[in-house]
């Protein structure tokens, strides 16, 4: 990685802390003008982040897939990038009360434990259709990450409405309710796309590679199990209790312990 | 020029001597024309609410003795007894009382906004009838101008107090719309029927009433336009609807645990909100325990009226900090009125003095020729305007000072200028 690149990347960092205390200071406090900085924090910080990525790809001549930094960096991108705009257009606010932090900890993550992803440039050379299934993958943990950020604004807006406390801050709890729904049902189509991609490369594609490469995607299995029953209860048994709600963020959490912690291993074929 | 205030509102006098002294819309007229008439006031506006009834004046002097004899007349009560009752404010304090009083931090329920208005049509009244000239046009302006940055720039008019609105405003933090919202109200306390009035004003397409008189029920249900139904039928409507609002006048309770767990699982988990305002309860409280049920008695509204008070009591703070930035600015305003008349006052002094000093030399001064005595003459006004020169550099600077009024005041009474000179405009 450049000296520049790192320092695009540090700023964005910085400014992701910035945020996620200024959304933080303005829900525990009320000030007005603290959420609208928080907000402007959030876009410069989307902003130098994608420039440092796009250094990232022009400059260290690594494939965009070699390791994780610019994969999860896509993700902390999107998934800022929808929750600016549905705080901006939609009912769902205080997205970004926890799309913050979740930026903030996974670009720290990324920076402070590079992941190489070995051979993955010669693999994804000799099979570009496997971007696909980065690709679906990828949206469809932003689409996760945002149902789990509407899920948790769920759980705390029932716990301070069981206190018989008034936080109109937050949205409303059907508000919140459809929008964990949404996100979990649009991220969950992605997701199972990109793991249906996944299993057939497991499956279909020919030779040593295989061996250790496996791991990842079956670890993807928690996760889609979990977003799986919780779609079948709220869409096809139409249940609302707020317990369905821990299934989206054991989904969430499983996918993001294995997009982060799990190692992937691209071995070269002969 | 002085601006004075007298008044009482809901914190220093009860009702009963509130709608004594109070001044109906028909009679402003009048009493204004009175005011600046037959009691010699320069300007005058009445603010009049069920509140509170102020009466601001522009005056030539400090005392407040015509707004006494006035309010004493106008109502046929002797003073003295009331005098209790009331506050009396002076310069710089009426504005700060005015700007409090439009921003909503002197209302009974704080921050609401219908004082606005109230305190625009005591403008307006005062403007139609000529009581209104210079000062109590600008310190009415500006109050509201304050007033409305207070409301803009804080949360002071954010959320509501009493019982009833913030059952409906707790109501609105489990359904962000209400509009589609069915809502079941059991029994007709009066607060219930408060509470599902707001409801259906917030738009919830229907509400059902259960009593155990079913007349009345269906009285009720008449003027919400909503549904009566058999107190039988209750079980199946909790299963129904959205909202329950119940103030039945049962020893105990009405609604258990199992009713609610049976119209849970017809909801098939979807939030029910419950607002128990029966003393004593007539939902056991241990529904709060269930997923997804929101129950809510009157010791938990009271609560959160309190809460949401705390909360405002926050943003007083911030509003006191507006108030005290723009009272900086109508005092150098008003400084500035004083500054000019006062700069003239003292010419007009200086000249009476210079003509008095020369009639009394009069006769000694006789057998100088013409142009010694415009000599002399022009001594004296050269003396007067040197002797003038710093007090006037200072008085123009004492305009921006914080308490210049009381500085120009320690003016006027050092050069022994008679009572306060007049405004200019």
């Known amino acids: ?270 | 020029m002085h601006i004075l205030a007298l008044g009482l509102n809901h914190t220093t006098a009860p009702v009963e001597v509130r709608e004594r002294l109070a001044f109906p819309e028909p009679v402003l007229p009048q009493a204004l024309k009175e005011l600046t008439g037959r009691y010699g006031l320069h300007e005058a506006a009445i603010l009049s609410t069920c509140n509170r009834a102020e009466i601001y004046a522009a005056s030539e002097g400090e005392s407040d003795e015509a707004l006494w004899r006035f309010l004493a007349e106008a109502h046929e009560v002797d003073p003295e007894a009331l005098r209790p009752h009331f506050y009396q404010h002076r310069d710089a304090e009426v504005a700060e009382h005015l700007f409090r009083v439009a921003c909503g931090i002197d209302s009974l329920v704080i921050g609401e906004s219908q004082i606005m208005a109230q305190v625009r049509t005591a403008l307006e009244a005062a403007q139609q009838n000529g009581a209104a000239r210079l000062l109590i046009n600008e310190l009415f302006q500006r109050s509201l101008h304050v007033g409305k940055r207070a409301r803009s720039e804080t949360e002071i008019g954010h959320g509501r107090l009493s019982i009833s609105t913030a059952a409906v405003e707790l109501a609105g933090q489990v359904f962000d719309r209400l509009e589609g919202r069915q809502a079941l109200l059991l029994g007709a306390g009066e607060m219930a029927e408060l509470t599902a009035q707001y409801l259906v004003e917030s738009g919830i397409s229907k509400l059902l009433v259960v009593n155990r008189t079913h007349e009345r029920a269906q009285d009720l249900a008449r003027r919400f336009q909503g549904e009566a139904l058999p107190f039988e039928q209750m079980a199946t409507a909790l299963g129904a609807v959205d909202i329950v609002i119940s103030s039945t006048s049962a020893p105990g309770f009405v609604i258990l645990p199992a009713a609610i767990q049976q119209a849970m699982r017809q909801r098939r988990g979807r939030p029910l909100f419950l607002i128990d305002i029966a003393v004593p309860r007539d939902i056991d409280p241990a529904v709060k325990e269930l997923d997804n049920v929101f129950l809510f008695d009157i010791d938990d509204l009271e609560q959160v009226v309190r809460a949401n008070r705390q909360e405002r009591e926050r943003e007083i703070l911030k509003v006191q900090g507006l108030i005290e930035e723009e009272l900086k600015g109508f005092l150098h305003w008003f400084n500035a009125q004083g500054t000019g008349s006062l700069i003239k006052s003292l010419h007009q002094h200086a000249e009476e003095l210079r003509r008095a000093e020369l009639e009394r030399w009069g006769a000694k001064l006789a057998h100088l020729s013409e142009q010694d005595r415009q000599l002399v003459d022009g001594l004296l006004r050269g003396y007067a305007n040197k002797m003038l020169h710093q007090p006037l550099v200072q008085i123009r600077e004492f305009a921006n000072a914080e308490d210049g009024y009381q500085r120009l005041d320690t003016v006027r009474r050092l050069f022994g200028l008679a009572g306060p000179p007049e405004q200019e405009g």
């Open chain 1, 1 to 270: 990685m450049t000296a520049a690149c790192i320092t695009f990347l540090g700023t964005s960092l910085l400014l992701y802390l910035a945020g996620a205390l200024l959304y933080l200071s303005h829900f525990l406090h009320r000030r007005g003008t603290w959420e609208e900085w928080g907000r402007r924090a959030l876009s410069w910080g989307v902003a130098i982040h994608a420039v440092g990525i796009l250094m990232h790809f022009l400059f260290s001549g690594l494939s965009p897939f070699s390791n994780l930094l610019p994969v999860i960096s896509l993700l902390i991108i999107a998934g800022l990038i929808v929750g600016l705009v549905l705080e901006r257009y939609s009912r769902i606010r205080r997205l970004n009360l926890l799309l913050a932090p979740l930026a903030f900890f996974g670009l720290l993550y990324l920076l402070l434990m590079p992941v190489r992803l070995e051979g993955a440039t010669s693999v994804l050379l000799h099979y570009p259709w496997l971007g696909v299934h980065v690709g679906a993958t990828l949206l469809g943990n932003v689409g996760f990450a945002l149902a789990f950020a509407s899920a948790t604004i769920y759980l705390v807006q029932g716990r301070l409405l069981k206190q018989g406390r008034l936080n109109s801050l937050l949205p409303a709890l059907d508000t919140a309710a459809s929008a964990t729904y949404r996100f979990a049902a649009t991220g969950f189509a992605f997701f199972t796309l990109g793991l249906g991609m996944g299993i057939l490369w497991l499956f279909g594609a020919p030779g040593e590679y295989l061996a250790r490469s496996d791991t990842k995607i079956w670890m993807a299995v928690p996760s889609w199990v979990f977003f799986a029953t919780y779609l079948y209860l709220r869409g096809l048994r139409g249940s609302h209790g707020s317990r369905l709600k821990w299934l989206v963020i054991l989904g969430f959490l499983t996918a993001a312990a294995n997009l982060l912690v799990v190692r992937h291993h691209f071995v070269d074929g002969p």
